[in-house]
């Protein structure tokens, strides 16, 4: 007899990690998810969800883009790419031993790593610069001063560094203000002169400009100072400024100069094929390298030519095919914004300028950012287009169905007080009271640490809804096939994040279980200490008002992650929700709730349905007054369902024909609690 097997993913062996979201690490995610490689996992390290694109930044800075146009959403690139995207900042790496370092998160081991952070423009030797300056790079801090500036009615400001970047930049922010009607002097300083590296016929058009746009140019003046509200130059001479950038050319970061790698004034020196001279398990790209067999300016069309080659060659090191060499052009076009719609194209020693130019260079830049956004459709066949079944709390079986199989449940011993149907069950063990739940979450984010971080607040808010005090807590883990190397490395980051989310809460892990299958499922059993009566669900009172402690929508905008439909940043702050305790919130409420509970896969219909029913009484939700997380109403609208959204449905017309009203509000307190208001 011969039986059919479904056999398992092959096993993830290698782990290939880049560091930084820059223009050659975007591309490389979305040659990935073109093309994954089985058996490697990948994952991205980036302060943020998103990358801003820095040739759009004068745009911006003018008043022609908006924000959120700037920016790459690493998250969905990570998403397509099968990636796990860690927001966080490296801080050391040791080369040697194939180890790098997350601030505030701990170690991570690699077989190869990337990196790609770009440069700083940050002058730290100016005094006064910490205080009051800001560097045009890295581009997102700087755009985010620059619009509350604008947005705050302006005032002088000085560029420092007549370069390229500082003279568009300066052109920019004079156009912007005089859009806005703010009539405020610009000022560009340079201790040498205008765009030296011009021809003088470049330079000669971009004094017009700049005299078109109002700026005023300071050539060979030497800052002593920044201050609040001036810069002091060497001669003495002051010169007005409330906003202050430094655009002083290409600064390496200064933490690779402790990695072991080789440098070269501060940039990591690679060869032809991107690989650092002093460790071929790492690579280098965009700004932050040093091409030691073709030096080159820094400049973003290199960073976008060198993405086909990196990824060609991390796959070769992994395969043991042949790597390709880097060979970047020696003249490429450079196309300079003159503040208005207008720009100034340079190449081989040809020069034009006029709107035509500038539309050119809109045409390029945004066809650079659809390739990043407009993502190739899944087929059915892809595993990552499976929307049969959310992850998350979206995996759980039907609220119909549960309450038919707990129903035929026996009556609960005599030493348990709640049994089940409630958040968790009330156990007599002498004259105390103990409170005994069990939880566990599907993947929905590559990021084991994450999950298990997330995991251990969800189930950690039974404990919390039944008004009890966090004891301890029993893991049950299931990983994907691994190799013996990787199983270590993983439960290590699970244990180690979930420890410190259970620890936050007065809690401790006592053991568990891990097992393998499929795909990572993480899940805990808590224990919690009553030291009066269980908040039940059946508490709840007519004339009560009911307060939700977070936004609604979480479901809605994983589903629309899953299916490559959602935004980044709206995603991100649901993360970082669901990763936050609520131990505080559970302490204020529990001293004045009559009835509490956690709002997870059932939605707030569902929920609210089972204490109604427990109580015996009814609600009214009033739909504006509900708190969602931004995004979520908008996915809604475009049909983005978590596949528990029938059983929820049910739930919810359940609750519309309930006679009592029960108020939601979106007044945020420090506590990050909802509270009613008045009506």
Same mark, same amino acid.
């Given at each position: ?72 959403d690493l998250m969905r690139l990570a998403r397509f790419a099968g990636a ?9 790496? &040791? ?84 859009e806005a009607g703010h009539a405020h002097p610009v000022t560009l300083i !340079? ?37 609040? !509200? ?50 071929g398990a790492i690579y280098a790209c965009g700004d932050c390298a040093d ?25 070769? !090191? ?67 287009? &499976? ?27 005599? !030493? ?264």
């Amino acid at each position: 007899m011969v039986r059919a097997v479904m056999p398992l993913p092959l096993p993830i062996t290698r782990e290939v990690v880049l560091i930084g979201g820059g223009h050659t690490h975007a591309l490389v995610l979305r040659k990935w998810g073109m093309d994954p490689l089985p058996g490697v996992r990948l994952t991205v390290i980036n302060p943020a969800p998103t990358a801003p694109y820095t040739g759009m930044l004068p745009g911006f800075v003018a008043g022609h883009y908006k924000r959120a146009e700037l920016d790459i959403d690493l998250m969905r690139l990570a998403r397509f790419a099968g990636a796990r995207l860690i927001r966080g900042i490296v801080t050391t790496i &040791d080369a040697d031993a194939k180890r790098l370092t997350i601030a505030g998160r701990g170690e991570l081991s690699f077989d190869l790593a990337s990196i790609d952070i770009g440069i700083t423009s940050e002058n730290t030797e100016i005094k006064g610069f910490s205080e009051f300056g800001v560097g045009a790079k890295p581009l997102g801090p700087y755009a985010n001063k620059w619009a509350t500036f604008l947005a705050s009615g302006g005032g002088p400001v000085a560029v420092i560094g007549a370069g390229l970047g500082g003279t568009e930049l300066a052109m920019a922010m004079a156009y912007a203000m005089r859009e806005a009607g703010h009539a405020h002097p610009v000022t560009l300083i !340079d201790c040498a002169s205008l765009t030296p590296e011009l021809p003088l016929a470049a330079r000669q058009t971009l004094r017009r400009a700049l005299d078109a746009q109002g700026v005023d140019l300071k050539e060979g003046a030497e800052v002593a100072e920044i201050t609040r !509200d001036c810069v002091l130059l060497k001669s003495g001479e002051v010169l007005p400024s409330t906003l202050t950038v430094t655009a002083t050319g290409a600064r390496p970061w200064a933490w690779l100069q402790e990695t072991g790698l080789k440098i070269n004034d501060g940039f990591i020196r690679v060869d032809a094929h991107l690989r650092s001279l002093s460790h071929g398990a790492i690579y280098a790209c965009g700004d932050c390298a040093d091409l030691s067999h073709a030096p080159r300016p820094k400049a973003g069309v290199f960073a976008v030519r060198a993405a086909p080659i990196l990824f060609h060659n991390l796959r070769a !090191d992994l395969t043991g095919r042949a790597r390709r060499a880097f060979h970047p052009q020696r003249d490429y076009l450079k196309l300079v914004s003159l503040g208005e719609q207008s720009a100034l194209a340079l190449r081989s020693g040809l020069r034009a300028s006029g709107p035509a130019l500038w539309r050119w260079k809109d045409r390029i830049d945004r066809r650079f950012m659809d390739r990043l956004s407009d993502l190739p459709a899944m087929t059915s066949s892809d595993p990552r287009s &499976d929307q049969r079944l959310c992850a998350g709390c979206g995996s759980k079986v039907g609220r119909v169905a549960l309450d038919a199989a707990i129903s035929d449940l026996p009556q609960p011993r005599d !030493d348990v007080e709640t049994a089940a149907g409630d958040d968790a069950a009330v156990l007599k063990v002498g004259t105390a009271r103990q409170v005994l739940s069990t939880d566990h979450l599907r993947d929905f984010t590559n990021d084991p640490a994450l999950l298990a971080r997330i995991a251990a607040f969800h189930a950690l808010g039974d404990v919390w809804a039944m008004g009890a005090t966090p004891q301890v807590a029993l893991t049950s883990i299931v990983l994907p096939p691994l190799s013996p190397r990787l199983q270590e490395a993983w439960l290590s980051e699970i244990m180690d994040s979930a420890g410190r989310a259970f620890e936050s809460a007065g809690a401790q892990i006592v053991g568990g279980h891990t097992t393998q299958g499929a795909e990572l499922t993480i899940g805990y059993t808590v224990t919690g200490l009553l030291s009066g009566a269980p908040l039940t669900l059946a508490g709840a009172k007519p004339g009560d008002a009911l307060i939700l402690t977070r936004p609604l929508g979480s479901g809605v905008l994983l589903a629309a992650d899953m299916a490559l439909k959602g935004r980044g940043p709206d995603l991100a702050l649901a993360l970082d929700a669901m990763a936050t305790s609520q131990a505080d919130a559970a302490a204020r409420l529990g001293q004045s709730a009559t009835a509490l509970t956690d709002v997870t896969g059932f939605g707030l219909a569902g929920h609210l349905a089972a204490m109604a029913n427990a109580s015996n009484i009814g609600a009214e939700i009033w739909l504006e007054a509900l708190p969602i997380y931004p995004g979520a109403l908008h996915l809604a609208e475009r049909g983005i369902r978590s596949t528990l959204y029938p059983d929820n449905l049910a739930a919810a017309a359940l609750v519309a024909h309930k006679a009592r009203a029960l108020t939601f509000s979106s007044i945020h307190r420090p506590l990050g609690v909802f509270l009613p208001r008045s009506r």
